[in-house]
Nanobody, 122 residues
Framework: VQLQASGGGLVQAGGSLRLSCAASGRTFSMYNMGWFRQAPGKEREFVTAITGSGDSTYYADSVKGRFTISRDNAKNTVYLQMNSLKPEDTAVYYC????????????????WGQGTLVTVSS
């Protein structure tokens, strides 16, 4: 599977953005999908993940209640709805795919999109 992330941009604090990650291939539903982010000077961190069926989702504490992950397997796309954005959410956001569990662990993901920049101004 190959991944293409989009939807990043500049938004004021308190605003919203929706990121999309389009996947190629016929086996999209077999992959658990995750979103990670990397801020300047910081390590890449887990944001959220969703299982292949979409039945289960997982969130980092820092985004719970503000971000929502979803997927449309018919469209081979996973989404990240980000509400109540904060300046500390500023980062390059990456989508990733894995056939394995341990969804919050970046090393479990073999396939990554190119990243999309989200900038939240105060």
């Amino acid at each position: 599977v190959q991944l293409q992330a989009s939807g990043g941009g500049l938004v004021q604090a308190g605003g919203s953005l929706r990121l999309s990650c389009a996947a190629s291939g016929r086996t999209f539903s077999m992959y658990n999908m995750g979103w990670f982010r990397q801020a300047p000077g910081k390590e890449r961190e887990f944001v959220t993940a969703i299982t292949g069926s979409g039945d289960s989702t997982y969130y980092a504490d820092s985004v719970k209640g503000r971000f929502t992950i979803s997927r449309d397997n018919a469209k081979n796309t996973v989404y990240l709805q980000m509400n109540s954005l904060k300046p500390e959410d500023t980062a390059v956001y990456y989508c990733a795919a894995t056939p394995y569990g341990a969804l919050s662990t970046a090393t479990m993901y073999a396939t990554w999109g190119q990243g999309t920049l989200v900038t939240v101004s105060s």
